[in-house]
């Protein structure tokens, strides 16, 4: 049976690969464990499913429009809104989701989807919902999740990036979730690791100086 734990505040956290945390003034701290249906050479394709899945609550609950960053993060045009992190542990998996409501003096690179409390949904309200949007995303076959859905939104395809072993333009999403990036020496795809996201001037410069 998959829990949702629902935390109204968080002093302390991480992100994806060890990255450093901080805590907004008010967000959606949510936790979900359940046990997958599909097979575990498809989990792979659940933080862009929760990402879908949060994107979708986000739309419905706040009437407000979001990117994703492949592969987990919410993004606005004011920077990142919210984050996803799915670790596994034997058969059970915890998708983790953090949602910045509001954030007088974000991080760089932060934002949040309101600038005052006026008209905030309940933390409840909004993790129920992202939550009822993957339970029903990935109870379907693996094929109908949502990927022609995911690459539309996704504002990392057309854009510069540089990864741990090269660089190039990330030109779509493959069918495993891997990112596909054209490089000098052909397409490739990137499973995981830190892609950074670059504009075409800072890839110029860094190619000048190679």
């Not at 706040?62 to 996803?84: H, M």
């Not at 799915?86 to 409501?101: H, K, M, P």
């Not at 949904?121 to 995303?137: D, G, K, Q």
């Not at 054209?182 to 001037?201: C, I, K, Y």
Request: charged share 20%; with cysteine.
């Amino acid at each position: 049976m998959p829990v949702l734990v629902i935390a109204q505040r968080q002093t302390a956290g991480r992100g994806r690969l060890g990255r450093g945390w901080a805590e907004p003034d008010r967000a959606v701290f949510s936790s979900l464990a359940f046990t997958p249906v599909w097979p575990v050479s498809a989990w792979s394709l659940l933080p862009l499913v929760a990402g879908l899945a949060v994107r979708q609550a986000i739309s419905t609950t706040c009437g407000i429009s979001t990117g994703l960053r492949w592969p987990n993060d919410l993004v606005a045009p004011e920077g990142k809104v919210g984050g996803i992190l799915v670790e596994s542990a034997g058969e059970r998996v915890v998708v983790g989701c953090g949602i910045n409501l509001v954030w007088a003096n974000p991080v760089e690179g932060g934002a949040a989807l309101y600038s005052g409390e006026s008209a905030v949904p309940s933390s409840r309200r909004l993790a129920t919902a992202w939550v009822e949007a993957f339970i029903s995303r990935t109870s379907r076959d693996r094929g109908t999740w949502g990927l022609d859905e995911y690459r539309s939104a996704c504002t990392t395809i057309g854009r510069p990036v540089s990864y741990a072993s090269g660089r190039g333009t990330a030109i779509g999403i493959s069918t495993n979730g891997a990112l596909l990036v054209d490089t000098s020496d052909g397409v490739v795809e990137v499973q995981s690791g830190e892609v950074r996201l670059h504009d075409v001037a800072s890839l110029r410069t860094r190619r000048k100086g190679t």
